[in-house]
């Protein structure tokens, strides 16, 4: 049995088909254990780590951060038995991997010299392996049109095919002359320190990490240098946000127009929304209430000792109200199947989260077995987990009603779209203070609009308004609903 073993992209589930390479872990000649994460892939949903499959020495790596590689593809060799000695060519080379997982690599090296930080030699097949490191890099990776494609104008010298040659268990050093660039540890050469989401930014703002010095833990590279280095480029010389960098100057190219590719998350969520706003006949209604004693009753629950350390918002009340609602009208929480309405007993519970690679929806799994304590808890590690750009692909599956949060842009309420699967989306806006008529005379309350999208099939007005209205029942006075309801 062949003690070298290719790891394909896996399938990461929900039809994904497949994932770009955003960050490799390990690097050639590294020893890795079962289960170690290798190497940080993102998906059309969800930007995730992939352990190794087996224990063992990475032998080679044959695509470089920022490729994308279909599912089923080799990406990785790994020698499981790296104390047996050499690797005899005669008997065990490392496995010629396919056309596809090479189409991405074909490496052109400048003058002949070994690109720092990439070590290739003759692979079986006569193809050139390039096996992958963190160093810097000299020249660029020249990607294979695709089957049907037009071909492009060749940018590297061609690489000629060299007959095959023993693979050995772990790479040997390489002489090259070095790069005069600034990493982020502040020195020539070596590894740039950055996180995925920082490289993803600089690579979309075309920002060149290895020109930065970073000013993060260890010198690494923060989102700040990069947004800094844009800014100083530009003439206006104003910093970049995040929300910012679509629309600045600095990324138009001279006929003032920018192309972003529509792939990952913003490609799903373009045929999600699609398909079912083609699919399910849509009907929004709306309700705007009062929720003065609603932001008081989150005062005095702030106070209590046990819930100081505890994110509580608004948001919070509303997702304890829509289940609560749900349990008063179960139809809601319910998907139509062709020649069936499946109604569930568990929620699922969507809530929609704005991320830097797009708009993502993670979901509590059977949050309507939570205390409000635990449905606090579960809020803020789904936020901080979307934030972090760790959000899994399970935990985006499986949704059965959505809470979107369209307040916290300043926005007083929206006709949002159903998730593919969901009968109900609820939309809640911004609490604003407001001239409102309490007790017969005209006063300053905190207001707020909900707007409520459903299907029609499913849920008739009658449903929708009974399951709104119960919502904004709960939101006007959450104290008096408590105790009537439960």
């Known amino acids: 049995m062949s003690r070298i073993k290719e790891f394909n992209l896996p399938d990461l589930g929900e039809g994904l088909t497949e994932g770009e390479i955003l960050a490799w872990l390990v690097k050639v000649g590294d020893t890795i254990e079962l289960n170690q994460p290798i190497v940080e892939v993102e998906t059309a949903k969800a930007a995730v780590e992939i352990p190794a499959k087996w224990a063992g020495q990475v ?100 690489v000629t095919p060299a007959a095959p040659a023993p693979v050995v268990a772990a790479p040997v050093p390489v002489q090259a002359a070095p790069v005069p660039t600034v990493n982020g540890n502040g020195h020539h050469g070596g590894p740039v320190l950055a996180k995925p989401p920082v490289r993803k930014l600089a690579k979309d703002l075309g920002v060149d990490l290895r020109t930065l010095t970073g000013s993060g833990p260890l010198g690494s590279i923060t989102r700040e240098d990069v947004q800094q280095a844009v800014a100083a480029s530009s003439a206006a010389a104003e910093p970049l946000t995040v929300g910012a960098a679509a629309t600045s100057a600095a990324s138009f190219g001279a006929d003032r127009e920018q192309r972003i590719p529509v792939k990952g998350v913003r490609k799903l969520t373009a045929e999600n929304m699609s398909r079912s706003a083609f699919t399910a006949p849509h009907v929004t209604e709306f309700l705007t209430i009062d929720m003065t004693r609603a932001m008081k009753a989150l005062d005095r629950l702030r106070g209590r000792r046990e819930w100081r350390d505890v994110r509580v918002s608004p948001l919070l009340l509303v997702a304890k109200a829509v289940l609560l609602a749900v349990k008063r009208h179960p139809m809601v929480n319910s998907t139509w199947a062709g020649d069936e309405i499946v109604v569930k007993e568990y929620v699922n519970l969507g809530i929609a989260a704005a991320t830097e690679r797009g708009l993502i929806v993670p979901n509590i799994k059977d949050a309507g077995r939570l205390t409000l304590r635990e449905l606090a808890d579960a809020m803020t590690d789904l936020v901080q987990t979307a934030k972090a750009g760790r959000t899994s692909p399970a935990a985006m599956s499986g949704g059965t009603l959505t809470i979107t949060n369209v307040g916290v842009f300043g926005v007083d309420t929206g006709t949002p779209i159903l998730p593919p699967g969901e009968s109900a989306i609820l939309a809640f806006g911004a609490v604003r203070e407001q001239p409102w008529v309490h007790k017969g005379k005209v006063k300053p309350r905190m207001v707020t609009t909900l707007a409520l999208s459903f299907d029609h099939r499913i849920i008739d007005g009658e449903l929708g308004s009974k399951f709104l209205r119960d919502i904004g029942d709960f939101l006007t006075d959450p104290e008096a609903a408590l105790l009537a309801w439960t």
């Open 59 to 158: 032998q080679a790596i044959f695509h470089p951060e920022g490729t994308t590689v279909e599912v089923g593809t080799p990406i990785i060799a790994i020698d499981t038995d790296p104390g047996a000695g050499p690797v005899e060519s005669s008997t065990e080379e490392l496995p010629a991997p396919s056309a596809a997982s090479l189409a991405a690599v074909d490496i052109a090296p400048a003058e002949g010299a070994v690109e720092p930080g990439l070590i290739g030699g003759p692979a079986p097949g006569g193809r050139t392996a390039v096996l992958v490191g963190y160093g810097p890099r000299t020249t660029a990776a020249k990607r294979r049109p695709r089957k049907g494609a037009a071909p492009a104008q060749a940018t590297t010298a061609p």
